[in-house]
């Protein structure tokens, strides 16, 4: 029996997997209630079938491969697959669709165990999903596969270069496959990696809370003014919590520090042995080990999701930008905000971002049609803001982002601007970059993770491990 997963109950389990150092780069958005100003679905979403929401047989499936086209007006049924729990906003893009294409049939298929690698496997075989719900670590298997449909003849074909540009750029640029520029798919909703602050804390040190633009120094002064400890020497709080420790979110204090995990140049070599990729991870080795006054995972406990800071166990926490739904719905008893990361020695500004998106199976029989699917979910306004309302997720397109934030203050009414408006000055700043991908990325991390985890989760290595760990990965890119 398989799993289904909305997109709250996937937000949970990579806070669980995080925490344990196998997290890697599937990251989501958070889940919560509707917002009222923005729950309409569109008026004909009573009007899609009922079949829309449910998961088809093994005799549906294989009909969905054989049919036909719907060159003609053709009968036919493709398959959609997605995150559960929104079968309104669904089986509204259904009934958008059949306006256009009245005899089509689209069986849902939710999410659930084994995403990518299940997919893959019915790839393979010829009975896949046509419209496909993927992340960084699932787009770039499929593509390297040879799984997706170049979208790029279609964009061409059909957006405007104004709908090209309301796209923010580190994501249509990082959908496109490093290794022939195929176009993986359209941008789904955006995940980005900031900091939660808890300014009550900050006005008991007497600190001024950090603004976009506050620099390494600044953010390792806090820390330490941050962390209390009683009487007898225990540490009560910690100065944060950074919840940046697997290859993915650490690319941006690579980036942060002036290093990076992959050469830009050549995604066959690994630069993990530079100085400045090395000094990243000494910088928070020192302070998780040595200082502490960043909370190591074996201090943090059975505490998940957003729990470290809204039970005040530390007073910073680097989390995604999705994780807002759940300390807007479980408001802490503080006061509390956001920023975005800080500046290090490179003085340039640094964000990390994925690459959420729906994409489509290269073996579907019918891509026009699931084409003009994934134009109604990614293009049109109603439905991003239906899926933006839906989880508190920030849509894919910089002009929505102003009736994303009006769409949170009409929901919570306590939301400020210090918790809603860094991450859209983020998102709009141009420092976001996408996780970089080695040729042989998978197989790369199995090298990568375990050093990862004795430098910062451990602390049973240095830094200097690395170069061992670079010449790995090195050589395992580069053979034939």
Not at 153 to 178: C, H, K, M
Not at 423 to 437: E, H
Request: charged residues 20%; glycine residues 8%.
């Amino acid at each position: 029996m398989s799993t289904r997963f909305s997109r709250r109950h996937f937000l949970s389990a990579i806070a669980l997997l995080a925490g344990s150092g196998a997290a890697g780069a599937a990251l989501s958005a958070c889940g919560a209630t509707p917002a009222p100003a923005a729950t309409q679905a569109p008026a004909a979403a009573t009007q899609a079938p009922a079949a829309a929401t449910e998961a088809p047989t093994a005799a549906q499936a294989t009909e969905a491969t054989a049919a036909p086209a719907a060159a003609g007006g053709g009968a036919v049924t493709i398959r959609w697959l997605d995150w559960s729990d929104q079968d309104d906003i669904i089986n509204a893009a259904i009934a958008k669709l059949k306006e256009k294409h009245p005899n089509v049939t689209v069986n849902f298929e939710p999410i659930g165990d084994q995403w990518g690698d299940k997919q893959l496997t019915q790839m393979v075989s010829g009975n896949a999903p046509d419209l496909l719900t993927g992340n960084d670590q699932t787009s770039y298997i499929w593509a390297e596969k040879n799984q997706l449909l170049d979208l790029n003849p279609l964009v061409d074909r059909d957006l405007t270069s104004d709908q090209i540009a309301d796209f923010f750029e580190y994501q249509w640029n990082g959908l496109l496959y490093p290794g022939n520029k195929q176009r993986m798919g359209l941008p789904y909703y955006t995940w980005i990696y900031q900091y939660y602050i808890n300014l009550d804390a900050f006005a008991e040190a007497g600190l001024t809370p950090p603004k976009a633009g506050w620099k390494l120094d600044d953010y390792d002064l806090d820390l330490t003014k941050l962390t209390k400890k009683d009487d007898s020497g225990k540490v009560t709080r910690w100065g944060g919590m950074d919840n940046s420790y697997d290859p993915f979110r650490f690319e941006m204090w690579l980036r942060i520090f002036g290093g990076n995990m992959v050469d830009p140049n050549d995604w066959t070599k690994c630069v993990l042995n530079t100085k400045e990729a090395k000094d990243a991870f000494e910088w928070h080795r020192v302070r998780l080990f040595e200082k502490n006054t960043l909370i190591q995972q074996t201090q943090v406990g059975q505490l998940t999701n957003m729990d470290p800071i809204a039970t005040e166990k530390v007073a910073i926490m680097g989390e995604g930008n999705g994780n807002e739904g759940l300390m807007l719905d479980n408001p802490p008893k503080f006061k509390w905000g956001c920023v975005a990361p800080p500046i290090g020695p490179t003085g340039k500004a640094q964000g990390i971002g994925t690459i959420d998106n729906w994409g489509i199976w290269k073996g579907t029989k019918a891509p026009d049609v699931v084409w003009d699917l994934l134009k109604i979910v990614a293009i049109q306004d109603d439905f991003q803001l239906a899926f933006a309302a839906k989880w508190v997720a920030t849509p894919n397109r910089k002009s929505l982002l102003p009736k994303f934030a009006a769409a949170v203050k009409a929901k919570y009414k306590d939301a400020t601007d210090d918790q809603i408006q860094p991450q859209l000055d983020l998102l709009t700043s141009g420092a976001v970059q996408i996780g970089t991908q080695f040729k042989k990325h998978k197989a790369s991390l199995e090298i990568i993770n375990p050093a990862m985890e004795q430098i910062l989760r451990t602390g049973t290595a240095k830094p200097d491990i690395l170069d061992s760990v670079a010449d790995q990965v090195t050589k395992l890119n580069q053979e034939a």
